[in-house]
């Protein structure tokens, strides 16, 4: 668990093995009275495993809508049986995690990416089980929405 992707994707967990993320549920946001806070739509996580001398990779793609505009978006994948889902994860805990790419895709909307390459010893040092992605969405207005689950996918 001391990998170096460990450190780039949820703080002290490596991401995993395969398979297809979803949309979140449970979305919230914390915002100040008067102003709309970020929107997120269509997550999704996808994971290829490292193959022979072939790298694997972790990607993270969601649509993020704010009307002040998108100041940052941030991205940690982290396994269910971990200790942060023994506590309700919080902007805090987000503060390490990485910046995901955003380009403009409509009025207000911009899609956001995030890929990290996966070594084979990252991924033989990878909880098995599922993992989640959280998103810290942050609009120029200071507003900001926190998904833990934004997306998910299974470690086998």
Do not use: N
Not at 28 to 50: I, K, M, N, S, V
Request: negative net charge; glycine residues 10%; contains cysteine.
């Amino acid at each position: 668990m001391e990998s170096s992707m460990s450190r780039r994707i949820a703080l002290s967990v490596a991401a995993g093995l395969v398979v297809l993320g979803g949309a979140g549920a449970g979305a919230f946001a914390l915002a100040h009275a008067g102003e709309q806070a970020p929107t997120l739509a269509g997550g999704t996580a996808r994971y290829t495993a490292p193959d022979g001398d072939r790298e694997g990779s972790l990607s993270f793609v969601t649509d993020v809508t704010a009307g002040s505009g998108v100041q940052s978006v941030k991205v940690l994948a982290w396994p269910e049986d971990s200790s942060l889902a023994e506590k309700e994860l919080t902007p805090s805990d987000m503060a390490a995690a990485e910046r995901a790419d955003c380009t403009p895709s409509g009025k207000d909307t911009v899609r956001c990416s995030y890929t990290v390459q996966v070594t084979g010893a990252d991924a033989a040092s990878s909880p098995r089980g599922r993992w989640h992605v959280a998103v810290l969405a942050t609009a120029q207005d200071g507003t900001s929405t926190l998904d833990p689950e934004a997306a998910g996918f299974t470690v086998r």
